[in-house]
């Protein structure tokens, strides 16, 4: 790239996040609160809370809010802002906090889709991937999971041979119950939605057709497992 195109490519850089810091200088003089909130997606868990913006300095803006959510940016080293007076969610590079003031400095912005504000379920993520075998008529698939909902989840799988998408098929699962370390077994009725992938790994996506026995242990091992990531999140400041 000559000198010429890269003072263009600042340029258009300066530009963009100039107009960025005009959206939030009109939230900070706006006469009635503009309802910020920030968001992370900490081990699937979206973490957010209210903040208000303390400082505008160049391209950067400090804003207050709550310890966990700081302990949040922290692990991220990002952040999403969102108010209903911006369009679109913005994405924020963190430069620093101060836990003693509750502040964080964010600059770096662009506009980025928040996946989590669609779920219609708590997704959370295992402390170490689970091994599962999937029944697909006379096929077996297995694989390994990384996080699960009570909607479903994502098998990463060496094979696809015999899976195909609407197809029927009963998830042995086995999970460990945070509070009283007892096990829970599983046979999970599923569908499946899509197969992404065009070599090993394959990404096979499930969603969960439950019986009442599996909606149940599954719904206590997520309950379980969010309390376990927040005191997680909070010991880490």
């Known amino acids: 790239m000559d000198n010429s195109a890269e003072q263009e490519a600042l340029a258009s850089t300066i530009q963009e996040q100039?107009?960025?810091?005009?959206?939030?200088?009109?939230?900070?003089?706006?006469?009635?609160?503009?309802g910020?909130?920030?968001?992370?997606?900490?081990?699937?868990?979206?973490?957010t809370y209210p903040a208000s913006i303390c400082e505008i300095?160049?391209?950067h803006i400090e804003l207050q809010t709550c310890e966990l959510q700081l302990a949040a940016i922290s692990?991220?080293?990002?952040?999403?802002?969102?108010?209903?007076?911006?369009?679109?969610?913005?994405?924020?590079?963190?430069?620093?906090?101060?836990?003693?003031?509750?502040?964080?400095l964010l600059s770096n912005f662009c506009y980025r889709q928040l996946h989590?504000?669609?779920?219609?379920?708590?997704?959370?993520?295992?402390?170490?991937?689970?091994?599962?075998?999937?029944?697909?008529g006379p096929n077996k698939i297995s694989g390994v999971i990384h996080d699960i909902s009570l909607g479903g989840c994502c098998i990463?799988?060496?094979?696809?041979?015999?899976?195909?998408?609407?197809q029927e098929l009963k998830l042995a699962l086995k999970l460990m119950e945070y509070a009283s370390g007892q096990g829970l077994s599983m046979l999970i009725p599923s569908i499946v939605i899509r197969?992404?992938?065009?070599?090993?790994?394959f990404l096979c996506a499930l969603r969960f057709n439950h019986t009442p026995h599996s909606e149940q242990l599954l719904?206590?091992?997520?309950?379980?497992?969010?309390?376990?990531?927040?005191?997680?999140?909070?010991?880490s400041l």
């Open 75 to 104: 692990q991220c080293s990002e952040a999403y802002i969102q108010s209903p007076l911006v369009d679109a969610p913005v994405l924020a590079r963190m430069d620093r906090i101060d836990v003693r003031m509750h502040t964080v």
């Open 57 to 59: 300095r160049g391209h």
């Open 116 to 136: 989590v504000n669609s779920r219609s379920t708590v997704r959370v993520r295992f402390k170490k991937p689970i091994s599962i075998v999937a029944q697909a």
């Open 195 to 201: 197969i992404t992938g065009d070599r090993p790994p």
């Open 36 to 47: 910020i909130t920030l968001t992370n997606v900490y081990k699937e868990i979206p973490i």
């Open 156 to 166: 990463s799988t060496l094979v696809k041979y015999g899976v195909e998408n609407e």
């Open 219 to 235: 719904s206590i091992y997520i309950n379980q497992r969010q309390l376990e990531i927040l005191k997680e999140l909070r010991d």
């Open 18 to 34: 100039q107009a960025f810091i005009d959206k939030f200088q009109e939230l900070f003089s706006a006469d009635r609160d503009p």
